[in-house]
């Protein structure tokens, strides 16, 4: 495992009690309508999320028989495909070895174990066994934290069946040119630092990737204002005094993630950061 592997592990080993205790099982974004407007409880906007990405990339009529959810936490989103999809299996890759013995604790408690599974594992270990598998493949705010953009998208198209579709939410940087002032740089160095990002990349630079590494259909949007409302609960709850215990436990990690906030809030604010929806298929 290398050495970011290691970080982002271990950084998720530590924050995702304190997470689940104050954001339940959803760790991404809220969804606020297209102009972030919407006013919704953050934890149904976090469903929202899940809803506005399956509508806006999966095709009216697609079947799911097989998912995969690359980078899955505890698996909220899983158990959302594997509840909507009737009958359909999916796995779930997660680093931290305690998201994925809460995740799998949480199926059963859904009854899905039978056809749901969440494993600690590099997601670059899952080729070439499951090659072909997933009609669906599912990469909700985890490509941040994976440097080789084409190689992933290589490696996604390995895994989908013909007709099979990618649908990914990414944190990326603004579009080039203008180069980046220094001050976005700052916000962005911050940011990867805190979060154990490499260095993000644009929007048009991930259409790219995606397309060299032979997808078909590319597209991408900017959900940017949709998501933005979301930093402002996250640092409200931060805030919470009952949630300072928690904070303390999870140790120095998770507490320079909690301010990392403000950089995050900062880099939207200022249009520096931008939230990437990708759509494609096989």
């Known amino acids: ?25 959803q760790m991404h974004h809220g969804y606020y309508g297209p102009d972030g407007r ?72 859904a009854g899905l174990s039978d056809r749901l599974n969440i494993i600690a594992k ?20 985890s490509a941040e934290h994976m440097a080789d953009k084409e190689g992933l998208f290589r490696l996604f198209h390995h895994l989908l069946r013909p007709g ?11 579009p080039e040119p203008p180069d980046l002032l220094p001050s976005e740089q700052y916000t962005l160095k ?8 490499p260095p993000m990349v644009s929007i048009p630079e991930l259409e790219a990737a995606a397309n060299r590494a032979g997808l078909q259909k590319v597209r991408t949007d900017d959900w940017s204002p949709a998501v933005e409302p979301f930093w402002g609960a996250v640092i409200r709850s931060g805030l919470d005094p009952r949630n300072w215990p928690g904070l303390v436990k999870a140790g120095i990690g998770t507490i320079k993630g909690a301010w990392a906030m403000r950089y995050m809030r900062r880099g939207y604010s200022s249009g520096t950061v931008r939230y990437a929806v990708l759509s494609a298929g096989k």
């Open 1 to 25: 495992m290398s050495i970011l592997n290691h970080r982002i592990r271990d950084f998720y080993d530590r924050s995702t009690p304190l997470w689940l205790d104050t954001w339940g099982e």
């Open 38 to 109: 919407r006013k919704v409880d953050h934890r149904q906007a976090q469903i929202d999320m899940i809803e506005a990405l399956l509508e806006w990339g999966m095709a009216p009529d697609k079947g799911v028989d097989r998912f995969l959810d690359a980078g899955c936490g505890v698996g909220g989103s899983s158990r959302y495909l594997a509840e909507k999809y009737a009958g359909a299996e999916g796995i779930g890759v997660t680093l931290s070895p305690i998201q994925a013995h809460r995740g799998n604790g949480y199926n059963r408690q």
């Open 122 to 141: 590099d997601v670059y270990e899952l080729t070439p066994e499951n090659a072909g598998q997933f009609d669906l493949i599912w990469s909700m705010e």
């Open 164 to 174: 099979g579709r990618l649908l990914m939410a990414t944190w990326c940087h603004r």
């Open 190 to 197: 911050k940011i990867c630092d805190l979060y154990h990002l």
